[in-house]
């Protein structure tokens, strides 16, 4: 029997945070069928973006990707808040923005972090369609935000 998503988190060494709360008029994440649309997620910490600028200009590639897996944690956390992480069945698309200084081409790289750690957790379930994206800014300055669409039990 394999481990659930819970007890990979825990043997990532991760703990799940608290939903990160809607910067706007929308939901963290909504139930449609058998998907589960989690709206872009920033990378926060206990309600503190834990870096801003644009990647290749002040954010590295590295702690973008870093942060870009903070990203994915947050997705994590709505999805679990909804319908519980036992009952993702598959991973099925991320999209990921990256703030990109003028000639930053390294935004695959960059959503790696989030693309990355849902294969650790899901395993063959967590590989995705994908999309990653270089953009002028994102919301409060954050250097990457990260959105999924998961299918459900």
Request: net charge negative.
């Amino acid at each position: 029997m394999t481990a659930g998503p819970h007890a990979k988190l825990a043997e990532l060494g991760l703990v799940l945070p608290e939903v990160v709360p809607p910067l706007a008029d929308y939901v963290p994440a909504v139930q449609s069928g058998r998907h589960v649309y989690v709206s872009g997620q920033l990378p926060l910490s206990e309600g503190k973006l834990l870096a801003t600028g644009r990647v290749g200009a002040g954010v590295s590639a590295e702690q973008a990707k870093d942060l870009a897996a903070r990203c994915a944690l947050n997705a994590l956390a709505a999805i679990d808040a909804l319908v519980g992480l036992e009952t993702v069945v598959k991973i099925v698309k991320v999209t990921g923005f990256v703030a990109s200084a003028d000639g930053f081409t390294g935004q695959p790289a960059v959503v790696n972090g989030a693309s990355e750690l849902f294969g650790s957790v899901f395993g063959e379930a967590g590989r995705h369609a994908r999309s990653a994206v270089g953009v002028a800014e994102l919301p409060l300055g954050a250097p990457v935000e990260v959105e999924v669409i998961v299918e459900v039990a």
